[in-house]
């Protein structure tokens, strides 16, 4: 298992990749896959922040700052690392497609 600082270091890395993820791969399969993958982890990472939100409105204002600057913001800040994933994915997957329709 990862350390504490390892831990913090990829949860702010906003150009981390995941592992098996490769950026030059010229397989539409590997696009469409890293396309859901991302989707999914986008998915639960809004429902995590839509459940803390609805459970924080309740809390204390001390209680709902903190979460707020502690955890909803570093959530927010890996659902935009997972959209530019995404996107790149997105791209990549419309560029081999093209590529494929030309060359066939």
């Known amino acids: 298992m990862s350390d504490e600082k390892e831990v913090r270091r990829m949860s702010i890395d906003p ?41 924080m409105a309740p809390q204390p204002k001390d209680v709902r700052e903190e979460l707020e600057r502690a955890d909803v913001q570093m959530l927010q800040l890996q659902i935009k690392r997972f959209e530019r994933r995404l996107g790149f994915w997105q791209e990549r997957q419309a560029a081999l497609d093209g590529h494929l329709k030309t060359s066939g």
């Open 15 to 55: 150009d981390r990749l995941l592992p098996g993820e490769q950026t030059d791969s010229k397989d539409p399969d590997d696009a469409k896959h890293w396309i859901g993958v991302y989707q999914e982890l986008l998915k639960t990472k809004r429902s995590l922040v839509a459940n803390l939100q609805e459970m």
